[in-house]
């Protein structure tokens, strides 16, 4: 018989589920099942929502190979669970794992590993995780100590997606306290009560002193956190255009920003975790000279230009699309978006990017000019330049879009012209 408290659990539960499923359509969900209180938990919620639900519901537990006969004994126990609750189990084996330093994070590791492996294969539409709110109270602390920013804050969310696996946790709100007052037989994890890493270190000895000087610390917490990630969220979105393969952006969008959104879209568009410290040395660079630069990692690099910054080893050739129409009489273009030419120039020119010895003869300038120094003269960003396409005729260059074009173009009183559109966006424009 189902108590209160199971069916307030399942409300939230069927109405998160209505709420990010809106269509109902028939659907494989994965519910990890390590055999502890709150896994089981949410099997037994999980089983209840696959009758009123088009959902297919199986239990996946992950055996580690870290603790001998009671390993073993929490498999059995959670097909035998399942077996009870009429849902399909599904047991995958860590391989390799050994105790040692680090071990938290590997076994972490290698359970997303083998979670995302049944996700694929069963082709779920989510896999749902049994957190609740101790666990995001303690994980906004564990941030905090490492100095976590606006992301960190938000400790744990509530749906989320890594590596293309969606990922469901429907017991944030619900304290320790409530999942254990439900009373159903579990399995325990004897290496849960050893105050031997931070996070049990923290639940056994940390929070039960923050509760008595303040009771109902946990629960606030786990509200900062909701608080925080609801607003993290808002401010990603405003920077949702940058991510790891952006080449690089206008200096005035960043200095426009409030240093809080500008600090999220240089951390964007690296793309890899950097500490604070990083991340205003960051800032501190696009206020800095021209061509200074900040290593990042060992294959980033990010460097400072006159009007962007930019991630150099990130650039491509720009994929230039010329149109060509009759040239009015009279009509020599403007030379940055549009050019006029002789046409019997224009079918023997290549558009490419530049190559060593080019060079190009500005109108009204006796002589050459290499292309480095027309490129520097007009204060063009360095890493630009080998991406730029240009119109040349074998080194001499006619026309390079954005920039300007040489006095080879010039289109004779009795010469039949071309005129040339470009239809790509600039960035290195004058």
């Not at 119109?391 to 012209?417: F, H, N």
């Amino acid at each position: 018989m189902e108590t209160l408290l199971f069916k307030r659990m399942y409300q939230g539960l069927s109405a998160l589920v209505t709420r990010l499923f809106p269509q109902p359509e028939p659907l494989i969900f994965l519910a990890a099942l390590s055999g502890g209180a709150d896994s089981v938990a949410l099997a037994r919620l999980m089983a209840r929502l696959q009758q009123d639900f088009p959902v297919t519901v199986k239990a996946v537990h992950i055996h580690h190979g870290l603790r001998g006969k009671d390993a073993d004994d929490d498999a059995l126990f959670c097909v035998d669970l399942c077996r009870e609750l009429d849902i399909e189990s599904i047991v995958r084996y860590a391989a390799g794992l050994k105790p040692g330093s680090g071990i938290e994070t590997r076994a972490r590791e290698a359970r997303y590993a083998l979670f995302q492996d049944v996700y694929t294969q069963t082709r779920a539409g989510a896999l749902f995780l049994a957190h609740h709110l101790n666990d995001r109270a303690e994980t906004l602390l564990l941030n905090f100590m490492r100095g976590s920013g606006g992301r960190g804050m938000g400790a744990i969310r509530e749906d989320t997606v890594r590596d293309g696996m969606r990922i469901i946790r429907p017991l944030l709100t619900v304290p320790r306290a409530d999942i254990e007052a439900l009373g159903f037989p579990h399995r325990e994890d004897a290496s849960n009560y050893l105050p031997d890493n931070p996070r049990n270190a923290l639940r056994l000895t940390v929070f039960p002193e923050l509760e008595r000087l303040a009771p109902g610390t946990a629960a606030r917490m786990a509200s900062a956190a909701e608080t925080a990630a609801t607003e993290d969220d808002y401010l990603s979105g405003l920077t949702a255009g940058l991510n790891a393969d952006t080449a690089f952006i206008p200096l005035d969008t960043l200095t426009d920003m409030h240093p809080a959104l500008r600090r999220r879209a240089l951390r964007a568009f690296v793309g890899v975790p950097i500490h604070f410290q990083a991340t205003l040395a960051l800032e501190a660079l696009i206020y800095g000279k021209p061509g200074a630069k900040m290593v990042i990692t060992q294959s980033l690099c990010v460097e400072r230009g006159y009007r962007h910054l930019f991630a150099p080893d990130r650039m491509t050739p720009v994929e230039a699309r010329l149109t060509a129409a009759p040239c009015p009489p009279g009509v020599t273009g403007d030379g940055l978006r549009t050019q006029a030419l002789p046409e019997q120039l224009y079918r023997r020119a290549e558009l490419r990017p530049k190559q060593a010895g080019d060079t190009i003869r500005p109108f009204g300038m006796k002589g050459r000019k290499s292309m480095q120094d027309f490129f520097t003269d007009l204060k063009v960003d360095r890493p630009f330049r080998a991406v730029i396409p240009i119109l040349c005729l074998g080194s001499e260059v006619l026309w390079v879009p954005g920039l300007g074009a040489g006095s080879a173009v010039y289109i004779k009183p009795d010469d039949k012209g071309v005129l040339l559109t470009s239809e790509f966006p600039m960035p290195w424009q004058r």
